[in-house]
């Protein structure tokens, strides 16, 4: 076993690159090579492209392609080809996979406020792939897996392989504290190089930390826990942290370009208008308490008071104490297959009872609860489950409780009736399916932004949205011809 052990480690190691970084200043220890880590993430791309979806206004992508390739060509890796690309995704966030791929939700897009500031997070990325950080942390988990069978097969015990899955898990997750500064430093560096204004930087870590304290907040009202995650799965500096080392970094630069520092909000902001405000019509809306989706043309209602989740694979729905709990998904309808058929095949394996067929607004489908499987009670409570034809796609229906009636779930009826609500979009419905979209004016003397607030579509917290997408959340103050943007 001990000499398995040691060809496994042998084996690993022997592919070990100990290259030098001009980025860094450091050695690399990666066990793939440059053109290997390319390679692979052309192939992430397709997948990634496939979970998000492109966002399909090729004016912006353009856009941001041009601003991250003059930054690229300021970077230790000035003749890659570099690909920058923006999902059709409400989350803020920016991520590469390596290889010279960046990519930038849409969501992002929305709070940055100047052209500066997207250089700041372009940078950062790019800094990223030039220090290799992605490949390095694949030799890594490479390593650590080696290793922790390695301890297994030494020590036979399976529990001791766990434990060290779950640490690497942790150590894998993100970049870790060490490679983010040095991102931030080389983004820094890029952006500034380009011309950019080095202050963005900081600006970029104002918007985190606005998200961050308006979430806080925002919890603190509704009676539950924040959507911040700083546990062991952390995977960024705080943005505070981030912000004092930026100004840090940004206030020893020196040399001032010529023709001054770029900012560009005005560029920025004709760019980004019209650009869509949480979810697009590809990803279908949700209005009240009930969703939309224009190109599939349907329409369903959930129970009044839930929570709804439009995410780009399933619909979620929940109640606020999380007792109850939906989810819709959809897929091609199999041919020759009835509905009946279908469900039970999706079930297979899986014990169940009160079979029934279904006819729903012109639409055939079969129901079943499973005796167990709930998500919410350690899988031991039924689950209601349905399916609907609809053309060549097959909607899928769950719902579980955390408790359980006669071996329904206990909310069975309410899942029963929401199913009921599945139908065609009316051609009236059609406009309650489109997004809501950012648009950009220019704040008139005496104007404020409570004025606009009170157009503004959404339902909550519709001052704080505008603030937080006008980087002045939890105060601040309009300037007369001050580009603006507002929701509508």
Not at 157 to 182: K, P, V
Not at 402 to 430: K, V
């Amino acid at each position: 076993m001990i000499r398995k052990l040691a060809v496994a480690l042998v084996a690993a190691l022997a592919v070990v690159s100990c290259a030098s970084n001009p980025a860094t200043g450091g050695r690399n220890v990666v066990v793939t090579s440059a053109e290997s880590e390319r390679e692979q993430a052309r192939r992430y791309y397709e997948q990634i492209i496939r979970f998000y979806g492109l966002y399909e206004d090729q004016a912006l992508q353009d856009y941001v392609q041009r601003v991250g390739e003059q930054i690229a060509r300021n970077s230790h890796l000035p003749d890659w080809d570099f690909k920058f690309v923006v999902l059709d995704d409400e989350s803020v966030n920016a991520f590469t996979t390596g290889g010279g791929y960046v990519y930038v939700h849409r969501g992002l897009l929305a709070y940055l406020n100047s052209e500066a500031e997207l250089a700041a997070v372009i940078g950062h990325e790019i800094g990223h792939v030039t220090a290799r950080h992605p490949a390095r942390r694949q030799t890594r988990g490479i390593l650590a897996s080696v290793l922790a069978t390695g301890a297994a097969i030494a020590t036979g015990s399976q529990a001791i392989a766990q434990l060290a899955n779950i640490g690497a898990t942790a150590w894998l997750q993100g970049y870790g504290r060490e490679n983010e500064m040095e991102a931030d430093r080389l983004g820094l560096e890029y952006a500034t190089k380009t011309g950019y204004k080095p202050e963005a930087m900081v600006d970029v870590f104002r918007v985190f930390k606005a998200q961050e304290t308006f979430e806080i907040n925002r919890a603190r009202e509704e009676g539950r826990e924040p959507m911040i995650y700083h546990g062991i799965f952390s995977s960024h500096p705080a943005p505070d942290d981030r912000a004092i080392q930026a100004a840090k970094a940004a206030a020893k630069v020196e040399e001032t370009p010529a023709t001054g520092w770029i900012e560009n909000r005005e560029g920025y902001m004709k760019a980004i208008d019209g650009l869509p405000y949480g979810s697009s019509r590809a990803q279908g809306i949700v209005r009240d308490n009930r969703f939309y989706h224009a190109d599939m043309g349907i329409t369903m209602a959930f129970p009044r008071g839930w929570t709804i989740e439009n995410h780009r694979d399933r619909i979620l729905a929940y109640t606020k104490t999380k007792d109850a709990i939906m989810q819709v998904t959809a897929e091609r309808r199999p041919e020759k297959e009835s509905p009946r058929e279908f469900l039970l095949k999706k079930l297979r394996g899986a014990s169940f009872t009160r079979g029934e067929e279904l006819t729903v607004n012109g639409m055939e489908g079969y129901a079943v609860i499973t005796r167990n499987g709930s998500p919410l009670d350690g899988g031991a409570g039924p689950v209601r489950w349905a399916v609907l034809y609809r053309g060549q796609s097959a909607f899928i229906f769950g719902g579980a409780s955390r408790s359980a009636s006669s071996g329904r779930p206990a909310d069975d009826g309410l899942f029963m009736s929401a199913i009921q609500t599945f139908r065609d979009l009316r051609p009236s419905e059609y406009p309650l399916a489109q997004p809501y979209r950012i648009k950009v004016v220019q704040a008139t003397p005496g104007m404020r932004l409570e004025d606009y607030a009170k157009n503004v579509p959404v339902e909550k917290y519709k001052l704080e949205e505008l603030q937080l997408l006008n980087g002045i959340y939890p105060k601040g103050e309009l300037k007369p011809g001050q580009y603006v943007k507002i929701i509508e």
